[in-house]
């Protein structure tokens, strides 16, 4: 799963793509199992609005992947062009049914959708993603357990861990802080005892306060952002960022990019995760393991 490179003095690779499908086999087992016991399936409820390329296909890999670990899913596919309302609608719909133990509103939503109104609508017990206001709420205190915990986040921890990388009273730096990646992971690092800072656009001097991480997340989606100079020896580096960039050679005329120079950090890091293959495919695995939860708290199976 973890894979080193030929030369000694290389930055290890973690295998996102291969520790989501060894996840995605174990959900898909618990699945099989529930099925045998109590005769039900976890059903996850998606919600898609407008036409985004990039939208589509996450939707597209979070089904497939649904239906190969045996969960239920069911989509509402809405026009770029409607209304809150008509969110609302699909949203509560979903909250009623006693089928569905998990819903997510694809994200970014179009412009003139309220999104934060529209994911507070979210019953509580529901949000796999855990976007929920009152979810967030309760991953940033002390004393106070999410519900679910954000896929992407639980993700990198996930990473790390296996990473071998202890994180208790490690300096942790996170790029970027937006609510679905790092504003969570920032929180969730913290839980784990690192000692947390934020950098982000408005942030003087970023290179100073990277170069001195144990532990670096980054999700800016600005490709080759974070080079060698950036880093510190040994550091764990955990990238995020995809961001699509030309490439005629390749089949579609682009090709995915994080926003750490991936080539540079092998030679400084002690651990990389790469873009695509990395933090990527451990968001779907970890919506499946949310959505499972789910239904497991539902129908007190364990
Ligand atoms: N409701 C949500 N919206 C969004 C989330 C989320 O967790 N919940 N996160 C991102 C998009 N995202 C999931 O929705 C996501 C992004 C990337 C991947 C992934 O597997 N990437 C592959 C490459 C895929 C490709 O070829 O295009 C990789 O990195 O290897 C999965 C899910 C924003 N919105």
Redesign the pocket.
């Known amino acids: 799963m973890i894979h080193h490179q030929a030369r000694k003095s290389l930055a290890t690779i973690i295998d996102?793509?291969a520790i989501?499908e060894e996840i995605r086999s174990r959900v898909a087992s618990d699945v099989k199992r529930m099925k045998a016991y109590i005769g039900k399936v976890p059903g996850l409820a998606v919600i898609l609005v407008g036409q985004r390329r990039?939208?589509q296909?996450?939707?597209r890999?979070?089904i497939k992947a649904c239906e190969e670990a045996g969960i239920k899913s069911v989509m509402a596919e809405l026009p770029n062009c409607c209304a809150e309302e008509d969110v609302m609608t699909a949203l509560l719909k979903f909250n009623e049914d006693p089928s569905v133990h998990g819903i997510?509103?694809?994200?970014?939503l179009p412009e003139h959708l309220d999104e934060e109104k529209i994911l507070n609508m979210l019953s509580l017990e529901k949000d796999v993603?855990g976007?929920h206001p009152v979810n967030m709420g309760n991953l940033s205190m002390r004393g106070r357990e999410p519900l679910f915990v954000?896929?992407?986040p639980k993700g990198c921890l996930e990473l790390l861990i296996r990473s071998g990388m202890e994180i208790v009273g490690k300096k942790a730096v996170v790029i970027g802080r937006s609510n679905?990646?790092g504003l969570p992971i920032a929180l969730l690092l913290q839980r784990h005892h690192a000692t947390v800072t934020i950098v982000h656009a408005f942030t003087k001097n970023p290179e100073q306060i990277t170069c001195e991480a144990d532990i670096i997340v980054t999700a800016a989606g600005v490709p080759n952002l974070i080079r060698s100079s950036w880093l510190k020896q040994g550091a764990v580096v955990i990238d995020v960022g995809?961001c699509?960039i030309e490439d005629p050679s390749s089949e579609h005329g682009y090709r995915?990019v994080?926003d750490v120079c991936h080539e540079e950090a092998l030679r400084i890091a002690s651990a990389v995760t790469?873009?695509?293959?990395?933090?990527?495919?451990?968001?779907?695995a970890m919506?499946l393991c949310n959505t499972l939860d789910s239904a497991k708290r539902v129908y007190r199976f364990d």
């Open positions: 996102g793509k989501a990039d939208s296909t996450y939707v890999n979070k997510l509103v694809q994200l970014p993603d976007f954000p896929c992407a679905i990646v995809t699509p995915l994080g790469p873009v695509p293959g990395g933090v990527g495919p451990m968001t779907i919506l």
